[in-house]
């Protein structure tokens, strides 16, 4: 297909029609209602205001969702503005029709469906620029800085990007996915005109990549000086000392690099709806034939946000691969995968399962006072000691070999840095390196099916 | 046993006894008799001495031998010396009853064994220190230093001193040993006095280590700049460019300072005369159970002086080492055994037989123009490729796992960076892991099979 017809067709895919233009905004005019009502009765309100891709126009199909700000005064605690936002959430949510449900980011906020559109009820201060009292009072200045630049048209260009984004696995600022964000691709969009012009100018990026919309600094140099070890830096045009790309990490920009490099050879509308097969158990154990995959399946206890949790996760996949790496294994890739309400599973593959029954073991050099002390340690303990240059070595039997056991050796001794909240239920894990059980135990569970046939394969969905 | 005692002791085992003497002296005096008569009818030839450690008293029991030098005139040339020699060193040897063999070290001489004395007649030209124009004329100076400082008694410590060496297994400089010359020796105990001050200040040694008894350096420093990355440096009395224990490797050394250490500690016989017990198939097979070894048996064809095969042997022996740690194996150890004549061994300890099904391979970072390539040239090959950092990865199955395949396959395309003289030997070799089979082929050869013994129990014979 040529570039064009394929943009066309993506356009399809992205754009919602005026039904759900239509949809959203009703909802989103009854959810104002409810809480205009709501917030005349409290004190220290100053309004409400729509943030987000609603407000911007950049939502895409599909993903129909409204961010309502309630702004408080910057006279009311911290405390104080919490406690009545979950009031006022809970309650316009229930008079909508819609079950509230409390999240957490940077502070807690309350979430809900209301006709099939996600709704967040969202404080935040009312402060001038660079006088922030919390992480959200920046929002309704990106909403206004985007609103006011995006001509027409950057719009579906916006949604080109975030429909090309997903495809290719990188969008999303959060833990799980650590990639882009809407904001972050509307800015690209303001800084490069279109989706084909990010896209060329991404699959010639370098990291680190820097870009300044508003020129705030000086030179790239003195931007690399200050947002240091961050592959991707964004200036934030309202707000020169963040990096609007922090929570974009080297794999998953090097990711949408690629991507863009690919999509530039081979214009594809894959790019925008990867064809994921649906894997059979069959296809699956065939992929997992003759490899050495340790998963760790466990269920949660107690609820937490997905942020939190995916952190949590990714920590302790971490330790673990750290772990095994100490232990003698080559650790060739890891993934977690969460339902993010009940259960979790860690795959590690790996070199072999088993390590070799001996292990060379380093002594100190002959010349240091230890050298002795290294003789008699080992001496009829071990094979050995030798020398070898100036060095002392032994080779001594390992008491255990296998993976599974010399990995719950170390979790029950707190060897590993897994994180806190998972510690318990890690340690009390099914640990295991049989791919077969593992597969048929996913057999009714098509998003962890579907995680073990993505690990299986070992390739982001655009390649 | 008190210090006193050992050395006492000692002396019995290192120190030639009145009859031994005078067998020597006997055996050298006739010699000397049949040279002189045989120099009488050559031209160029200015007379013979005797060198070596018999000229200086300091040979010890059971290790008689006699080094006779001819001393040519400097005008005659060096391949005309070269044939004199052999000539006048087989008709002499042959007179004398022993059978001449021709020996090459850095030019050709003769050996032959006559009333249990190794003769070894030598050449060398008649010239002024630092005049040299081979490699021997050196050596009359050597031994007439040594006689000249070698105070009464001292004799004797040069003795102790080697039977340690000896004992400990660093006394040596041919290739196979790579340690201490008879003449290091002598310097040692000119430069300490005495055997147990050797001991003591070896003890204390941290390579690298450098002496210098005519005090032609200034420094330490300077010493160690023009002698660069050598472990041990004892500037040669009559030659300031020469490093008498140039040989010395860094291993050697080190076996000898922790000798010297533990001999401190614990004064034992047992440093002069090893316990080794005769090894048992029965042991030899306990000792390699679930061991990785890999060994490479074969016969010579052309015989060779045994420094041109020892050299042949541990630059093969690097040479594999290096091939199957690319392979991706790691070699904990390894060892080299011949007879010098017939038979050859190498063996390898390795941590595994097999390599993992699976191997890891990295590729290019995606920012480069071969990212495409790469993923071109492995996608439906091998399972990726997938996007770590910056970097692309793919897991490629190994179509040969096993140990002596991969190594002989290595050896075939000559990727393998082996002696030429040992090239066709090594790739018809056979090459097996499996060590009792090696064990039964060497129970009728004490030489081998204490080889295969000490290379299983790894450990210097002090410890």
Redesign the interface.
């Given at each position: 297909m040529r570039l064009e017809e394929v943009l066309a067709e993506a356009l399809k895919i992205v754009k919602p029609t005026q039904a759900d233009e239509s949809l959203l905004k009703n909802v989103i005019g009854e959810m104002e209602n409810i809480l205009k009502d709501e917030i005349s009765r409290i004190d220290g309100i100053l309004g409400i205001s729509l943030e987000g891709s609603a407000a911007k126009n950049t939502w895409i199909r599909g993903r129909e969702e409204a961010d309502i700000f309630i702004h408080f005064d910057k006279n009311v605690p911290r405390d104080e503005m919490e406690k009545k936002v979950i009031e006022i959430g809970f309650r316009a949510i229930e008079r909508a029709g819609g079950k509230p449900r409390l999240m957490y980011a940077d502070h807690p906020y309350v979430e809900g469906v209301v006709n099939g559109v996600t709704i967040d009820i969202v404080a935040c201060y009312d402060v001038e620029p660079l006088k922030w009292l919390s992480a959200t009072d920046r929002t309704p200045y990106h909403t206004r800085y985007i609103i006011e630049r995006l001509k027409p048209g950057q719009e579906d260009q916006v949604r080109l990007l975030k429909g090309f984004m997903i495809g290719c696995g990188v969008y999303g600022a959060e833990i799980k996915v650590k990639g882009f964000s809407g904001y972050l691709t509307e800015l690209l969009i303001l800084n490069y005109g279109d989706f084909i012009n990010v896209i060329k100018n991404a699959a010639?990026?370098?990291?680190p990549v820097a870009i300044d919309l508003e020129r705030y600094y000086r030179s790239t140099k003195e931007m690399l000086e200050i947002f240091r070890n961050q592959?991707l830096i964004v200036i934030d045009p309202i707000d020169k000392s963040r990096n609007v790309a922090s929570a974009v990490s080297?794999?998953k920009?090097?990711?949408f690099?690629?991507a863009s490099?690919?999509f530039i050879?081979n214009p594809s509308l894959n790019f925008f709806k990867p064809q994921m097969e649906k894997p059979s158990v069959e296809n699956l154990k065939r992929l997992s034939a003759?490899?050495?995959l340790l998963h760790i399946f466990f269920k949660l206890e107690v609820e937490r946000p997905p942020d939190v949790l995916w952190g949590e996760l990714k920590k302790s996949e971490e330790g673990i691969r750290r772990a095994l790496e100490r232990l003698g294994f080559?650790v060739?890739?890891s993934g977690s995968w969460t339902d993010e309400t009940e259960s979790c599973l860690l795959i590690f593959?790996l070199?072999?399962l088993k390590l070799?029954?001996?292990a060379?073991h380093k002594g100190p050099?002959?010349?240091l006072k230890t050298?002795?002390d290294f003789?008699e340690k080992w001496?009829g303990k071990a094979?050995?000691?030798?020398?070898?240059?100036?060095?002392?070595y032994v080779?001594r039997?390992r008491d255990e070999v296998d993976v599974v056991k010399l990995l719950k050796r170390e979790l029950d001794s707190n060897r590993v840095a897994i994180a806190k909240g998972l510690a318990s239920l890690i340690r009390n894990a099914k640990i295991d390196h049989e791919a077969d059980g593992l597969i048929r135990s996913a057999v009714d569970n098509p998003s962890m099916l579907n995680f073990i046939n993505s690990f299986?394969?070992?390739?982001?969905p655009f390649?």
């Open positions: 010639n990026w370098k990291p592959p080297l794999t920009l090097s990711e690099i690629l490099k690919l050879s003759e490899r050495n080559k060739y890739r593959e070199d072999t070799p029954n001996f060379i050099p002959v010349y050298a002795e003789i001496s094979i050995g000691p030798w020398i070898q240059g100036d060095r002392l080779l039997r299986l394969k070992a390739k982001p390649i």
